[in-house]
């Protein structure tokens, strides 16, 4: 793959251009060196991307791979208004691993690194004789004092999602169904969660839901609208789910929520049931979830940038999301999205 880790420096240094001016030193030496703008705030995140857990190489391109695996972190920085800036990316590579792997992965990553403006400034790299692990960390920027939090949510402020939900979740499904991917045996536990079967007929949607899991786009631009405007009160980004990541928000919060399952942007299914399982509990898609203050409401535009913005239900008092039925029937909406510590039974 190569010789050794100064030559692994040197060509990520050839294929990592700096082009931001508060970068001091970037990739070669012990550590990056940049320069945080005054008024601004730090955002720092991180997140992991683990073979046959998050991604499978019989379902994913390593250029797939590349792009998702920073897709995390930069929605982590969408959900608190901030604008992304340095990437630093850790890669501990199999042995197996090929070097047109490393090459695709980070082509990967360096174009969706690309269109979101952020440099990729170092890292760390390892061999290791199991499976591939990626850790990446970004750092942010926001004004300071205008970061969005997941615990601000108050009674009585509504309740909106950007985008689409289950995309994500069907697009993996999509893929799993494929022949060739049931003949080649276990699949991988990859963390995006759905219905469970899938109906022999693709539905027309198929292409879009694939994009959507194996491309999908943080609402980096969304998340600084809602908070330099000030119009969004609190925020998460939805990773794991909309029953899970809502009952963490108001969980966060200290509050309840009431959501209408019809206002849900549901995938095209024949199967109603099908379509709005997976938009409460499938994964990935990495759009945002956020409360408004009422009299803010219409100020908030329909769309933004062609993303529709949907008023799905309202937070409440009493501590517990409830999916509210057309017939006036509320039912408990329980986490039922990704979760790994419940997943595998993790117990502490």
Not at 206 to 228: D, K, N, T
Not at 235 to 248: A, E, K, V
Not at 339 to 348: A, E, G, T, Y
Request: proline share 5%; glycine share 8%; with cysteine.
């Amino acid at each position: 793959m190569f010789r050794d880790e100064s030559e692994f420096v040197r060509w990520l240094q050839a294929r990592a251009p700096r082009g931001n001016s508060h970068l001091k030193l970037g990739i070669g030496d012990d550590a990056a060196l940049v320069e945080v703008r005054r008024g601004h705030e730090l955002i720092l995140t991180t997140d992991m991307s683990i073979e046959e857990v998050h991604f499978s190489p019989r379902l994913h391109s390593p250029r797939s791979v590349g792009h998702r695996a920073l897709a995390r972190s930069l929605s982590d920085i969408a959900a608190m208004g901030g604008t992304p800036r340095y990437a630093l990316v850790s890669l501990a590579l199999s042995r197996s691993a090929k070097r047109a792997w490393v090459n695709a992965f980070y082509e990967g990553l360096l174009a969706l690194a690309q269109a979101f403006k952020v440099s990729l400034i170092g890292g760390d790299t390892a061999a290791v004789s199991g499976s591939t692990l990626i850790d990446v960390l970004v750092a942010g920027e926001i004004l300071r004092g205008r970061a969005l939090r997941r615990s601000s949510a108050r009674p009585g402020e509504l309740l909106y999602v950007s985008g689409r939900l289950g995309w994500s979740a069907l697009g993996l499904r999509l893929l799993e169904s494929q022949p060739r991917e049931r003949a080649s045996g276990k699949l991988a536990r990859v963390r995006t969660q759905g219905a469970s079967r899938m109906p022999w007929a693709e539905p027309a949607c198929a292409p879009e839901a694939i994009q959507a899991h194996l491309y999908p786009q943080p609402q980096c631009a969304l998340g600084r609208y809602l908070a330099v405007r000030r119009l969004a009160t609190a925020m998460i980004d939805l990773s794991d789910g909309l029953s899970t990541d809502l009952n963490r928000l108001c969980e966060a919060s200290g509050v309840g929520a009431r959501v209408w399952p019809e206002r849900l942007p549901q995938p095209y299914l024949e199967d109603p049931h099908d379509s709005l399982q997976l938009a409460l509990h499938g994964g990935e898609d990495y759009q945002l979830l956020f409360t408004v203050d009422p009299r803010q409401a219409s100020r908030l535009p329909a769309r933004f940038r062609r993303i529709p913005l949907h008023h799905i239900g309202e937070i409440t008092r009493a501590k517990k999301v409830v999916l509210r039925q057309a017939t006036g029937r509320e039912k408990t909406l329980r986490p039922q999205g990704y979760d790994h510590f419940r997943r595998f039974k993790v117990s502490w």
